[in-house]
């Protein structure tokens, strides 16, 4: 039996309420591939952003059994499992004194957790990590040693439409479409096995929106798999789409 890039089983979760608990899902399964873009639609407060947080490890009350790769996540350090299953929130927090900075930020962080990892199979599990990552999806190489350059930072923010982000600019003045942007160039500089993407595209417009689309498609044929929450009508990209609602995933 072929194994998914990532699986999950029996996701279930539950919220505090006056009344006790109320389920939001439960018993929820879900498979994914290398290449694949998945829509995740459904009604608003159906738990798609519930599922995505919990997906990433994120999510304190959803519980599932869940794999990468065929190996388990219990097997990975919720920081190592972050960055290879990424989630992209719909309102970005982007920390830095400039766009250069926000970008690169969390790429050099990488970097320099592979050096200081805690025990072997930690640092065994960083150096797969970083040679991955040392070869972003646009094809540039760089040494542990090295920033990411700014002309990557550069070309990536151009082809999602952000030709008129200065890299010195402040984050606080960027529009909120231009900061889900910055969020998405910096998430996918890191090249994550899969990306959980929620609402990425919501305030674009439609020619910027298919922009972030095709950026998308380039990653999913390098090999990453996309699972993005959307409201907008589908774009042709999607390999399938899964609708969440009334806790039924189909």
């Known amino acids: 039996m072929s194994t998914h890039l990532f699986s999950a089983r029996d996701m279930t979760c539950a919220l505090p309420a006056p009344e006790g608990e109320k389920t939001i899902f439960r018993g929820l399964s879900f498979d994914i591939d290398a290449g694949e873009i998945v829509d ?47 989630y992209l929130p719909q309102q970005p927090v982007l920390i ?4 250069a900075d926000v970008i690169r930020l969390p790429w050099t962080l990488a970097i320099r957790n592979e050096r200081h990892a805690d025990n072997t199979d930690a640092a065994s599990q960083s150096k797969s990590y970083g040679r991955r990552h040392h070869r972003s999806i646009w094809g540039s190489t760089h040494s542990g040693t090295d920033a990411l350059p700014d002309s990557t930072i550069r ?12 890299l010195a600019r402040a984050p606080h003045d960027l529009s909120g479409g231009q900061a889900a942007r910055v ?12 990306l959980l993407a929620d609402e ?16 998308l498609s ?11 929450i959307r409201h907008r009508p589908p774009d042709g990209v999607a390999t399938r789409t899964v609708t969440l609602d009334k806790g039924v995933l189909r």
């Open 40 to 86: 995740l639609v459904g009604p608003s407060g159906s738990g798609k952003s519930s599922l995505l947080t919990a997906f990433a490890r994120l999510n304190p009350h959803a519980h599932g059994t869940m794999s990468l790769e065929g190996r388990a996540s219990a097997e990975f350090s919720p920081q190592q499992w972050r960055r290879m299953v990424a």
């Open 96 to 99: 830095g004194e400039n766009v």
């Open 155 to 166: 070309s990536t923010l151009d082809a999602m439409g952000c030709e008129d982000i200065d």
């Open 183 to 194: 969020s998405l160039a910096r998430t996918l500089l890191t090249d994550p096995k899969l």
């Open 200 to 215: 990425v595209d919501a305030g674009l417009d439609d020619d910027n929106a298919a922009k972030v689309a095709t950026i």
């Open 218 to 228: 380039h990653a999913a044929q390098r090999g990453m798999a996309v699972i993005r």
